[in-house]
Structure formats: C-alpha cells, structure tokens
C-alpha cells in the first residue's frame, strides 16, 4: 500500500514532508480519518468491497504523484477528499456488516 494510505499503519500524521506545500493539508486529512481507518480491518475491505479497496490504491497513487511532481493545493485537497470519503464509505459498510442487533 501506499505512503498515504496504509490501514494497516493508519494516516500517518507525523510523517516527513513539510516541505510539500499541501503537507498541512494532508496532515489535516489524516487526523480526519484516523479513526475510521483503526475500525476498518484491512482483510475485510479487500474480501467483501475490492471495488473501495481498489479505489484507496488509485487515489493513493494519484497523491504520491501529486505530491512529486508539486501539485498545486487545491488539486492535492481534491484528491484527497476523494480519498478521506472513500475510507469514510468503507468504514459505513464495515460498521453496517459488524452491527450486532441488539436483543428484544
């Protein structure tokens, strides 16, 4: 997995790379969505929606090369809410599935 999507490892916030002018804006983005990525197991969003597992990746991609080739801020943030709300659509269907009814 990539550099800034591992839910293994979660967001990393304290990462090197301030020197990248979207660096605050990505770490904003991590903090967002740490939570969410600690609640969703990895295996699981592989097996059951490879569909949002494949789009983490693209969207992984497509921020490091952001981030290489200097992007402007607004397109870095773009991408990355694209990111943030695919990792929040996977933890909704991870809670979805592992919501034990409470008893009558």
Not at 88 to 94: P, V
């Amino acid at each position: 997995m990539g550099k800034y999507l591992d839910i293994a490892k979660r967001f990393d916030t304290t990462r090197q790379g301030a020197a990248f002018p979207a660096f605050r804006t990505y770490q904003q983005g991590a903090e967002t969505v740490a939570e969410d990525c600690r609640v969703i197991n990895s295996h699981w969003l592989l097996a059951r929606h490879p569909t949002l597992w494949e789009q983490m990746k693209r969207l992984d991609a497509t921020l490091s090369e952001l981030e290489q080739q200097g992007a402007a801020e607004a397109a870095y943030s773009a991408k990355l809410e694209e990111l943030m709300q695919t990792v929040r659509e996977a933890r909704a269907h991870y809670e979805h599935e592992h919501t034990t009814p409470l008893p009558q």
